[in-house]
């Protein structure tokens, strides 16, 4: 009853153990589409998919998704097999958000991720590019500016 309703890794390890690896293939799948019955980003599915180790169809479902919030959350379990999708991925959501939000905690809030995009593998080029592409792009938003120059 715990699992159905959300995905707890405690219970979801005591679940799985009730299961034969074959029985468990398609329990999995029962309980992916079980949280993922909704037309909007489940943290259920998606930590589902992280725990099972699922990296293509975890970082296909944050993209489907795709918001600042989730990659933050997401974006390690995927970034090792696929940094140059990630790095997009974080480019898409970045200018996204910064085209959005003005003021100086989105501005740190665009800094942290920033430096978790230069985490990723290529993500130090990635990071420069982008952080050009705002300096010319947003150049009259001071406080910006002051916070880029933190990188």
Same mark, same amino acid.
């Given at each position: 009853m715990f699992i159905k309703d959300f995905f707890i890794e405690n219970y979801y390890q005591v679940y799985k153990t009730a299961f034969t690896p074959r029985e468990w293939i398609e329990e999995k799948e029962k309980l992916f589409l079980n949280y993922n019955n909704k037309k909007y980003?489940?943290?259920?599915? *998606? $930590?589902?998919? *992280?725990? =099972? %180790? =699922? #990296? =293509? @169809?975890? +970082?296909?479902?944050? =993209? /489907?998704?795709?918001? #600042?919030? %989730?990659? &933050? @959350?997401?974006? &390690? !379990? !995927? *970034?090792? $097999?696929?940094? *140059? /999708? #990630?790095?997009?991925? !974080?480019? +898409?959501?970045l200018t996204s958000y910064a085209e959005k939000n003005t003021g100086r905690t989105h501005y740190e809030y665009i800094l942290s991720l920033l430096k978790k995009m230069s985490g990723v593998k290529g993500g130090k080029k990635a990071v420069s590019e982008l952080v050009g592409e705002f300096r010319v792009h947003y150049k009259n938003r001071k406080a910006m500016m002051e916070i880029l120059k933190e990188l």
């Open positions: 980003f489940v943290n259920s599915a *998606a $930590d589902l998919l *992280a725990v =099972e %180790n =699922e #990296t =293509e @169809r975890l +970082i296909n479902y944050v =993209e /489907k998704y795709l918001s #600042t919030n %989730n990659l &933050k @959350r997401y974006y &390690k !379990f !995927f *970034a090792s $097999d696929y940094p *140059a /999708k #990630t790095l997009e991925l !974080f480019k +898409i959501s």
